[in-house]
């Protein structure tokens, strides 16, 4: 059985704007970072999961961290958890809803690039699942979603994260041709022949069902996506 790094998927951090289980509460985020700290995980970059098909030694304690959507509060939230823990995280997101109310602006994106270890990823020009949409039309959310990201960011950008973790073999594809490097999927990516495929990136997202200290070690067990769908 493969151990796998975990890479965790967080989205919001505010349910009072945001029902359902991906707004965590400021304070789980936190207490999430502070167990790591504590635990003495090795929190890596993407670049760092690629280099081994993201898989780690049964001894190693890695973890990664990625955050989709832009929300403001990931800017009012995660980024300071980060920068207290010294802890790397990939943030994604789309360019058309930067600025837009509820929405970090490009300054604060720019703020956070500067940081060592933050690095700032695509979600697709527009919030659009690319598996239902023409080619044409993912082809330009792919492509011109990183032009607009490293002309405004002035650095390179090599993460993409599919919009509602939609894909199929076409898109990864453009993916590539595009220029990125790796790119994140959600956690339904079953098929073992995606495995070590640094486009299909597998991620764990974490919900308010992995509020108990139980649940989110778990998750971080690198076994977790031998279990089935989270």
């Not at 509460?25 to 970072?33: G, N, V």
């Not at 995280?89 to 300054?107: H, K, L, N, Q």
Request: aromatic residues 14%; contains cysteine.
């Amino acid at each position: 059985m493969k151990k796998f790094i975990p890479i965790l998927a967080y989205h919001s951090f505010n349910p009072q704007c945001f029902s359902g289980k991906l707004a965590l509460a400021p304070e789980l985020f936190k207490k999430q970072m502070l167990f790591l700290k504590k635990k003495n995980f090795y929190v890596v970059g993407l670049d760092q999961c690629v280099e081994n098909a993201w898989t780690e030694n049964f001894w190693e304690q890695k973890a990664a961290i990625t955050f989709d959507d832009g929300y403001l509060d990931n800017y009012h939230v995660a980024f300071p958890a980060l920068k207290e823990c010294a802890f790397p995280g990939t943030f994604f997101v789309t360019p058309e809803d930067v600025g837009s109310t509820g929405f970090m602006t490009w300054d604060m994106l720019g703020e956070m690039a500067r940081m060592p270890g933050v690095e700032i990823g695509s979600h697709g020009l527009f919030h659009k699942a690319l598996g239902d949409i023409p080619e044409d039309e993912a082809w330009k959310s792919i492509s011109v979603s990183k032009k607009i990201l490293e002309e405004r960011l002035g650095r390179e950008i090599k993460a993409f994260s599919y919009p509602s973790g939609s894909f199929n073999e076409n898109i990864v594809e453009m993916v590539r041709r595009a220029g990125y490097v790796y790119a994140c999927a959600a956690s339904h990516v079953h098929d073992r022949k995606w495995e070590g495929n640094p486009f299909l990136l597998r991620r764990i997202k974490i919900s308010s069902s992995s509020s108990s200290d139980f649940a989110f070690s778990l998750r971080l067990s690198g076994f977790y996506h031998s279990f089935g769908r989270p």
